[in-house]
């Protein structure tokens, strides 16, 4: 029985790379898959993890109707027995809902990936949407760290070395850094210091003279 599956998990947890296998496998056993994707960090219509592994993809847009894709691909004699969709909160509810329908009305397999939050914590619309609809939401086994060592249940933005929580919910940033990076960055952190607005760079700050990290919780 065909079903809509989310396989949910902050950054660094290995999504994509769960769904460059996913296709892989089902490939292999002779299924025929279209993979999709929306504002890859490898750029349009470019499915990739973070291991070096790149496949084309079709990229999502505001007015991609993953029904409509599937209907074409029928019309042209092409067999299609599943979809994996990257970054998958991008995607807009009605298109959350396109894929309940394949799986429900045509009985293909819908493998979703993508992060459930933003950086302010808020739910993307897609991923609530997704929750709300998929037959299973699986989270992903691969923990991400905390720069703390803590496991990572949020994701950060970061705006010239600044966590900010404002701002749009979908900025495109260089996740890996550098100094000729964007200045839109990305990291993960456990809850205590995504609250405390506390990132990697700021913690090295605090410990320069002291040699060790500042975690005290009344501290400045």
């Known amino acids: 029985m065909a079903e809509l599956v989310f396989f949910s998990g902050t950054m660094d947890s290995g999504k994509s790379t769960l769904a460059l296998q996913t296709d892989h496998n089902h490939a292999a056993r002779g ?28 990229e999502v847009t ?31 509810p009605a298109q959350v809902e396109q894929l309940a329908r394949l799986v429900d009305e045509v009985e293909l ?19 609530a949407r997704l929750i ?16 703390c060592g803590a496991r990572a249940t949020h994701n950060a ?14 900025v495109v940033g260089d996740v890996a850094g550098g100094q000729d990076a964007a200045p839109v960055h990305y990291e993960v952190l456990c809850r205590r210091h995504h ?13 320069a003279g002291t040699g060790q990290l500042d975690l005290d919780p009344f501290a400045g």
Do not use: K, N
């Open 31 to 58: 299924r025929s898959g279209l993979i999709f994707t929306r504002d890859d960090r490898a750029g349009t219509s470019r499915l990739s993890s973070r291991l070096g592994l790149e496949v084309d993809a079709r």
């Open 62 to 92: 505001d007015d991609t109707d993953f029904w409509d894709v599937v209907a074409a691909e029928r019309q042209h004699g092409r067999v299609v027995d599943y979809l994996v969709c990257d970054e998958a909160q991008f995607y807009s």
């Open 109 to 127: 397999d819908v493998f979703a990936f993508g992060i459930t939050t933003d950086f302010r914590t808020r739910l993307f619309p897609g991923a």
């Open 132 to 147: 709300e609809l998929a037959d299973r939401v699986e989270e992903l086994q691969v923990r991400s760290l905390c720069w």
């Open 157 to 170: 933005r970061t705006v010239g070395g600044v966590m900010v929580v404002e701002g749009d919910q979908v």
């Open 195 to 207: 609250m405390r607005r506390m990132t990697a760079a700021d913690a090295r700050r605090r410990s």
